[in-house]
């Protein structure tokens, strides 16, 4: 699976990143070369599944393809003195579904 599209919905779709969506080398590099200012999203690679084998001469199986978002948000207090990430991992939960879901990448 190409991330690379999945990255550029993202970064077109979301506008609370502010273009701050990265992928898999990016988030690896985080305690070497610092960190997106926040908040931030990567998408990385995740789990492929494929169905039953569906005939006796051919390869013919479904295949899904997984990835993942990660989001890291700012955990301060805010005006009220409670965690800001409370509401706003729903927030940017939402946002990613929205900016996804029945999109397809160009072929």
């Not at 506008?15 to 080398?25: D, I, S």
């Not at 070497?32 to 039953?52: F, N, Q, S």
Request: negative net charge.
């Amino acid at each position: 699976m190409k991330l690379t599209p999945i990255i550029a919905a993202l970064r077109s779709r979301c506008p609370r990143f502010e273009n701050r969506v990265g992928g898999a080398a990016q988030f690896k590099a985080i305690p070497e070369a610092g960190k997106l200012r926040l908040p931030a999203a990567y998408v990385v690679p995740a789990e492929d599944v494929t169905g039953e084998q569906k005939s006796q001469t051919d390869y013919w199986q479904d295949l899904t393809e997984g990835f993942s978002v990660i989001v890291v948000l700012s955990n301060e207090r805010d005006e009220k003195g409670q965690w800001a990430s409370y509401d706003a991992v729903h927030d940017v939960r939402q946002e990613i579904w929205k900016a996804l879901l029945g999109w397809e990448p160009d072929p």
